[in-house]
């Protein structure tokens, strides 16, 4: 099933080129009460919310795809963890290129361990991209999105996708300097997930997925996930082993060759196989730009 967010926080199953309103389904989630649970309450009870979607779907309401305005397809993840240099190919990009690394310290992954970005970085396509520090280079990054689906810790790999909600793609922006990853990667929507979430059930092995993004029609990266360092299994597996992952944590796991700059007025187009595809306008933030 391809889950979204869409317009006012409405719930959509995507079929085709439409959406069909399930907003009734969060119906069955349980009332919210302070203090708030530290995770997604959606993914937590994604499996009784696919069902009554399933249900309910065929008589929704449904109105075009090009008509929803589409946003994040987690709206509260705990935690939203990234993979570092997680492509060979990129590891030597970064190492070979002073306008990338700035003297910063650059370990492959196994010993440079992953980082978390601030989950007030996250929007939808449609909410688009607000560079700031104009005056420094910002990149592009695609990568695959990992969606976590119940709670665990020092998750062994060989069950690892047993923990999987489903997958999205993702952007994570990027601003060059000499501080530390984390802090130049969390700017409001320097993190950007979607189109929608793409239930585990319909996508069960990520490990071959040809992915790619291009700006303003012209290709900039291009890869497949099987020449990732450390696969989904193994990065569930390594980020388990220092965290509770809990339902609604993202992992994004790394991009490959290819990242470059982009300035107000590109326009995004980044796309997984199975997945879908989403287009990212870029604009400048509007205060402190």
């Known amino acids: 099933m391809k889950i979204c967010r869409f317009n006012e926080n409405r719930l959509g ?37 696919r069902r009554l979607a399933a249900e309910l779907a065929p008589l929704a309401q449904s109105i075009p795809l090009t008509d929803a305005r589409l946003l994040s397809p987690i709206a509260n993840p705990g935690k939203i963890i990234a993979a570092p240099v997680n492509y060979q190919k990129h590891l030597k990009e970064v ?21 978390l970005k601030a989950t007030s970085s996250l929007v939808g396509p449609s909410e688009g991209v607000a560079l ?23 998750i062994p790999r060989e069950n690892a996708l047993q923990y999987v909600a489903g997958y999205c793609i993702g952007l994570d922006i990027t601003i060059r300097g000499p501080e530390e990853r984390s802090f130049r990667k969390s700017p409001d929507s320097y993190t950007v997930l979607g189109p929608w979430l793409v239930t585990s059930d319909e996508l069960p092995d990520a490990g071959n997925l040809d992915f790619s993004i291009s700006v303003n029609g012209e290709t900039r990266q291009k890869s497949n996930t099987n020449e990732l360092i ?30 470059a700059s982009i ?15 989403m287009t990212v306008a870029v604009r400048s933030n509007d205060i402190g730009a």
Not at 102 to 107: L, T, V
Not at 132 to 154: C, F, P
Not at 243 to 255: A, C, E, F, K, R
């Open 13 to 49: 199953v995507v079929e085709g080129n439409i959406v069909r309103d399930v907003t009734e389904a969060l119906e069955l989630l349980p009332p919210a009460a302070y203090p708030f649970p530290r995770h997604d309450v959606l993914i937590a009870h994604l499996d009784k919310i």
């Open 263 to 277: 300035q107000p007025g590109d326009t995004m187009f980044a796309e997984i196989d199975r997945i879908g595809s």
């Open 230 to 259: 450390l696969g989904v299994r193994e990065l569930i597996e390594f980020a388990s082993s220092f965290y509770t992952l809990q339902p609604g944590d993202v992992i994004i796991t790394g991009t490959p060759e290819g990242v």
């Open 132 to 154: 700031r520090k104009l005056d420094r280079r910002n990149d592009h990054e695609v990568e695959l999105a990992v969606v976590i689906g119940k709670t665990a810790a020092n």
């Open 95 to 115: 190492l070979g290129d002073p306008n990338l690394h700035h003297d910063n310290q650059i370990n492959q992954i196994q010993r440079a361990g992953l980082f």
